[in-house]
């Protein structure tokens, strides 16, 4: 498919520096770490990552092809993740607790998005398209819904509205959830992270094993917290139902899911494109709850498609004022 005529003009040169530099910021009483790739004149994309996982699995290569389309790209460390703060000591409760509603959880999404908005404010940036994957989905829809003019278009992967009724992840992985972060060293993360992808990734698509023990190996390096997965699990397993509030969206929205998603079901997926107005739903056939390096340019053209349809509404509405 052609680049719109609307599109943001593609700088090749935006992709400098080849190695991006971690920065911080303080947001909502935290510490966020950062990266950029692109030109900070460009429009704004802000990149969620998902549970227990660190900026860096949105790919070097990924974020690039976004910035040489002309975006600002920024990816993030959520709270209890890499280098942003760690809520350490802090209690999550039993599984059982948080599934029954007896317990809260040590923070919830509200508090998540809120980093998200604050980021955006400690970097001065008014709006951001912006792109989440699992429960950096969750993060991106209540960012949309608690803070709607920071979000000019969304991108969601794998996600779902947080209704028990949709997106039921399948029984045999939920004991693999509760006891995810491997706390067996270095090697022993490496190969959980093997495990964990070779049940939930993409049947479909080649497993690209040498990659993801290099991400596995980098984000043991870079900062291994059980403690954080459990309760950012916690935030996850407690997720309110946002299906009457999406209705209230009102920004252009992609959608994406893999059908052979064993984590996140696709009727989740589906459920969060019929509730948000207008929203795009793509199907993809033999992904699973992954980012397979074959679709790369597929989620490119999508996340590209929305934005560049929300930044011509934008700028035709400032023309008409």
Known sequence: MPPSTNAPTPRPEASAPLVPETRYAEANGLTIAYETFGAPDDPPMLMIMGLGTQMIAWSDELCRSLADLGYYVIRYDNRDVGLSTHLDGVRVPGIADLVLRRKRPPYSLTDMAADAAGLLDALGIDSAHVVGASLGGFIAQTVAVEHPKRVRSLSLFMTSTGSRLVGRPKPSLLRRLARGGS??????????????????????????EEHLRDLAGRSYDRAHDVRGYQRQLAV????????????NVRVPTVVIH?????????DGGRAVARAIPGAKFVAIPGMGHDLPRALWP????????????????????????
């Open 183 to 208: 706390s067996r060293g270095r090697a022993g993360a490496i190969e959980a992270a093997v495990e964990t992808f070779t049940a939930i990734g993409s049947p479909g698509f080649p497993l690209d």
């Open 236 to 247: 996850s397993i407690t997720q309110p139902n946002r299906s009457k509030l999406l209705r």
């Open 258 to 266: 893999g059908l052979a998603d064993p984590l996140v079901g696709a």
């Open 298 to 321: 597929r989620f490119v053209e999508e996340i590209s498609a929305v934005a560049t349809e929300a930044d011509s509404t934008r700028r035709r509405e400032s023309a008409d004022r």
